[in-house]
């Protein structure tokens, strides 16, 4: 050792090496646990996000299905058990791959006027100690379908879907998907599930009747002075309406469109995509909120305010979702209704990730779909769709294809529906409204942490 000390003070080089060794190492170091105490940190604070978020979910999924239990048995307070059976009623809750990851309690009370309140409590099982509870109460004028997803025809809920809300046919519905909301049918087969959340039978909704009553109350409400008619676009071959954030609408004129081939060497053309427009003038929503548009209708944009439009009640008419259309927020002051006897297009030039919050009814011979285009073109494959708010039509939207092995080829690779709960509060203008009360938003009203 004294000869280490004394080769080192007669060796300058070695001297400072020691010194840049000895430091720089204890400044790695402390960088080092400094990056870690970081990372655990942001780790944690990630997962604490998450799980806060599915426990929220697991919550309000409580409230969910309690109001869909009240909408089909409004005198049923104890969850199918005898009257007067103490609650709360607890029911597992199952992810999207089928694994129950936790639990919600049901509370159902009744106020001196007979308005009814659900009150749910959720938690993780593996995080016991942290619960929310949500209430919601009832309210006056909600939509008359309290379902994300309402057909007329058969249909399969598919593993190319992502359902967050109820689901209702008046056929045969095939569910190969597990689910965490009531769907209801005629008949239910298929290898999803929980079966226990399939009901069937069940009474039709008469999409007849439906039509033709929405029809005469819509026209009967643009033709008042407080409605609004926009008439055909002479020289014309559509309409683009464009909402505005800022309220209303600016209307364009479509003068010509731009086709796009299919899958087959071009042996059809799809002309859905706007070409050339020209501007028409800024338009208020009319008082009473109905707007009557002749002719086709494109329609993209933020809604601020309470409007619905519908297109010619002529069947060949109908709308192009051509981009997004969003609420300007979730306040309940923003809702947005589609109603047509025609289709419901998504053009080829739409969005790779596309949102439409409204009301989409077609409740004739029509569905929401996307046309099938020459793999060749850039945009004959899209990324996502997700549609919050509802959809009523003849049957379930088509906006994903794939071969018979299985493999996609054009649409949307991921579609997503989801249930707006402020439909449960207010509908579109001229639309049906539920006969009775309707149950508000989910409220928060507290969330316990137990050391």
Same mark, same amino acid.
């Given at each position: 050792m004294q000869n280490l000390l004394t080769q080192l003070r007669f060796n300058t080089k070695g001297s400072s090496l020691l010194l840049v060794l000895v430091f720089g190492s204890a400044l790695l170091l402390s960088l080092t646990l400094g990056l870690s105490a970081y990372g655990t940190m942001v780790l944690r604070h990630n997962t604490q996000i998450t799980k806060h978020a599915q426990i929220r979910e697991i919550a309000e999924a409580g409230t969910t299905y309690y109001s869909w239990v009240l909408h089909n048995n409004p005198d049923d307070l104890w969850d199918g058990n005898p009257p007067g059976t103490p609650g709360p009623f607890v029911h597992d809750y199952t992810d999207a791959h089928g694994n129950v990851i936790g639990s919600y309690a049901i509370s159902v009370t009744q106020d001196e006027n007979d308005a009814t309140s659900i009150q749910s409590t959720g938690w993780l099982h593996n995080y016991p100690n942290i619960k929310k509870t949500f209430k919601i109460t009832q309210g006056e004028g909600g939509f008359a379908f309290p379902y994300i997803l309402t057909i007329k025809n058969p249909g399969i809920l598919s593993s190319d879907m992502q359902i967050s809300g109820s689901v209702h046919s008046n056929n045969t519905l095939t569910c190969n998907i597990l689910i965490n909301q009531e769907i209801q049918a005629n008949m239910i087969q298929g290898s999803g599930g929980p079966a226990e959340l399939w009901h069937s039978p069940v009474p039709p909704i008469d999409f007849v009747g439906l039509r033709q009553d929405t029809i005469n109350t819509l026209s009967s409400m643009a033709e008042h002075d407080e409605g609004l008619i926009i008439p055909a676009p002479h020289g014309g071959?559509?309409?683009?309406? #464009?909402?505005?954030? /800022?309220?209303?609408? !600016?209307?364009?004129?479509?003068?010509?469109?731009?086709?796009?081939?299919?899958?087959?060497?071009?042996?059809?053309?799809?002309?859905? /995509?706007? $070409?050339?427009?020209?501007?028409? $003038?800024?338009? +208020?929503?009319?008082?009473?909120?109905?707007?009557?548009?002749?002719?086709?209708?494109?329609? +993209?944009?933020?809604?601020?305010?309470?409007? /619905?439009?519908?297109?010619?009640?002529? &069947?060949?008419?109908?709308?192009?979702?051509?981009?997004?259309?969003?609420?300007?927020?979730?306040?309940?002051?923003?809702?947005?209704?589609?109603? /047509?006897?025609?289709?419901?297009? &998504?053009?080829? !030039?739409?969005?790779?990730?596309?949102?439409?919050?409204?009301?989409?009814?077609?409740?004739?011979?029509?569905?929401?779909?996307?046309?099938?285009? +020459?793999?060749?073109?850039?945009?004959?494959?899209?990324?996502?769709?997700?549609?919050? $708010?509802?959809?009523?039509?003849?049957?379930?939207?088509?906006?994903?294809?794939?071969?018979? *092995?299985? +493999?996609?080829?054009?649409?949307?690779?991921? #579609?997503?529906?989801?249930?707006?709960?402020?439909?449960?509060? !207010? *509908?579109?203008?001229?639309?049906?409204? $539920?006969?009775?009360?309707?149950?508000?938003?989910?409220?928060?009203? !507290?969330?316990?942490?137990?050391?």
């Open positions: 071959l559509g309409w683009h309406v #464009v909402l505005l954030e /800022t309220g209303g609408f !600016d209307l364009y004129k479509v003068t010509s469109r731009e086709c796009h081939c299919n899958q087959h060497n071009c042996s059809r053309s799809y002309c859905n /995509t706007i $070409g050339n427009e020209v501007f028409v $003038g800024h338009y +208020d929503f009319p008082e009473n909120g109905v707007i009557y548009v002749h002719n086709y209708v494109w329609i +993209d944009g933020v809604i601020n305010g309470k409007a /619905t439009f519908f297109t010619n009640p002529n &069947i060949g008419y109908g709308f192009f979702l051509n981009d997004t259309i969003t609420k300007k927020d979730n306040s309940g002051n923003h809702i947005l209704g589609l109603f /047509t006897r025609g289709f419901l297009i &998504i053009p080829y !030039d739409s969005p790779n990730n596309m949102t439409i919050e409204a009301v989409l009814m077609a409740p004739s011979i029509s569905r929401l779909f996307r046309n099938i285009y +020459d793999p060749a073109l850039e945009k004959n494959t899209r990324n996502s769709f997700h549609l919050l $708010g509802t959809y009523i039509a003849s049957s379930l939207p088509s906006l994903k294809h794939k071969t018979n *092995a299985g +493999d996609f080829y054009s649409g949307y690779q991921t #579609v997503q529906y989801t249930f707006d709960p402020q439909l449960l509060e !207010d *509908a579109p203008p001229g639309f049906p409204k $539920g006969q009775g009360s309707r149950f508000g938003a989910p409220i928060e009203i !507290d969330e316990h942490i137990e050391i």
